[in-house]
């Protein structure tokens, strides 16, 4: 088992920027792929960015391409994603999960690949 626990979220203003953290426990954090998803009222869970186990590989979202930028701690058991030049439309819970790593295969981008969950952390942009 890993838990995860997601904080950082809140209220900003378009243009502001949030980091939000992710930490976790249990198993050997390095161990696993690192994503970060979000879902908006009424509308599915959507991919935002992802971290290789070894920090080596990042993934991004189009949406969100040059103004996010994920990143993790395997010391801190931390996975964090700085987030510049908010949008209203990036108002929406954001979840962090886990993706046991196996050679050859990248972090995935589908919600329904990753093993565990955070309980997820409100984000909203005022306009």
Do not use: H
């Not at 696993?32 to 998803?37: I, P, V």
């Not at 990042?58 to 908010?86: C, E, P």
């Amino acid at each position: 088992q890993v838990q995860l626990v997601e904080s950082g979220g809140g209220l900003v203003q378009a243009g502001g920027s949030l980091r939000l953290s992710c930490a976790a426990s249990g198993r050997t954090f390095g161990n696993y792929n690192m994503g970060w998803f979000r879902q908006a009222p009424g509308k599915e869970r959507d991919f935002v960015a992802a971290i290789s186990w070894n920090a080596i590989s990042t993934y991004y979202a189009d949406s969100v391409k040059g103004r996010f930028a994920i990143s993790r701690d395997n010391a801190k058991n931390t996975v964090y994603l700085q987030m510049n030049s908010l949008k209203p439309e990036d108002t929406a819970i954001y979840y962090c999960a886990a993706d046991l790593w196996r050679f050859g295969v990248p972090p995935p981008r589908t919600a329904y690949e990753y093993d565990y969950w955070g309980q997820g952390t409100q984000v909203t942009v005022s306009s």
